[in-house]
């Protein structure tokens, strides 16, 4: 039986016409996806006054997970920046540092915020916990080198997109428990946050090419969990597993209404709210998975920055006019 799906944005309609596209992911496919290049981040820099920095910090197995780091140029570093801590989509699989880092250098130019971006390691070579205690080390170096790097402590934003989205709620999760570093907020953009992968949206989004359908979304999860069974996946690793949702820092997040992760993402925003928690939910009516990042020129894409950007402009500048 066919499973009604709510309509795309007209535009985004357009624009995804020709947009080649997948109904499933197998590991053939994956090692050809990786085989494409990489994001260029020289292009975003080019035009902007950056100060760029590589490090790598070592993961807890001691592998080198390297982080970037872009500042603004020229700027005082006793004066306390905002941080973006920043990590990549790509359904845990695929991507790198520098996937989707359009977006939060957005926030760097409107802020004077430093973006941190991990590296954090793939599945299905890394499983478990191994990817987000990877992002979690990035973290807490971050946190360590404030005054060397020019940020305030009390103005962190751990922020992702999609599984990096996830791993950002993972990562907040265990900041909470672990109690550090501290956290200003969170930033999920259309997180993929549950592995079992039986809403309604995951539903709607199968049986079919799209830019990220119920099918991809099990083959990423298989590949992150490896032999885990469900009682023994983590919160942290699936954080709409987790059982308390309070002590939370003030939290955004967006999704999109014809896509796999719009059930989840709504339930985990209406959990916060249920823990006495905060947070700002936005569901774009007709956008699919990760409309925003691939195609930013579209109307609701613009709005959808627009929105986050103003978000944290009354977090971070509370005092300024939006």
Not at 154 to 162: D, Y
Request: proline share 7%; charged share 20%.
């Amino acid at each position: 039986m066919t499973t009604a799906r709510p309509a795309l944005d007209p535009e985004l309609r357009e624009l995804l016409a020709d947009m080649p596209l997948m109904s499933q992911l197998s590991p053939d496919v994956l090692a050809q996806l990786r085989r494409l290049p990489s994001t260029p981040v020289e292009p975003l820099l080019a035009h902007r006054q950056i100060d760029r920095r590589e490090v790598t910090v070592p993961a807890k197995d001691g592998v080198p997970i390297p982080l970037s780091v872009f500042s603004p140029a020229n700027s005082d570093p006793t004066t306390g920046a905002p941080c973006v801590y920043w990590m990549h989509g790509g359904g845990m699989v695929m991507g790198d540092r520098f996937s989707q880092i359009d977006i939060p250098l957005e926030w760097l130019d409107e802020f004077g915020a430093v973006v941190v971006s991990a590296d954090y390691r793939l599945a299905p070579e890394a499983t478990g916990t191994a990817l987000v205690d990877d992002c979690y080390q990035g973290l807490l170096w971050v946190a360590e080198h404030a005054a060397e790097l020019g940020i305030d402590p009390a103005r962190i934003i751990v922020a992702g997109a999609s599984a990096g989205g996830g791993l950002a709620a993972g990562v907040i999760l265990l900041a909470r428990d672990l109690g550090a570093p501290a956290i200003a907020a969170q930033m999920l953009i259309c997180p993929m946050l549950d592995h079992r992968n039986v809403s309604t949206s995951s539903r709607q989004y199968a049986d079919g090419p799209g830019v990220w359908t119920r099918e991809m979304n099990e083959f990423g999860w298989r590949a992150v969990l490896g032999d885990l069974t469900d009682d023994e996946v983590p919160a942290y690793v699936s954080p709409a597993l987790a059982g308390d949702l309070s002590g939370l820092p003030t939290t955004y997040i967006d999704t999109g209404s014809a896509e796999v992760f719009r059930d989840e993402d709504t339930d985990y925003a209406t959990r916060i709210w249920a823990a006495g928690g905060q947070a700002e939910l936005h569901v774009w009516a007709g956008g699919f998975h990760g409309f925003d990042a691939l195609y930013p020129q579209a109307r609701i894409s613009a709005t959808a920055r627009r929105t986050r950007t103003e978000w944290l402009t009354r977090l971070l500048l509370p005092d300024s006019a939006t």
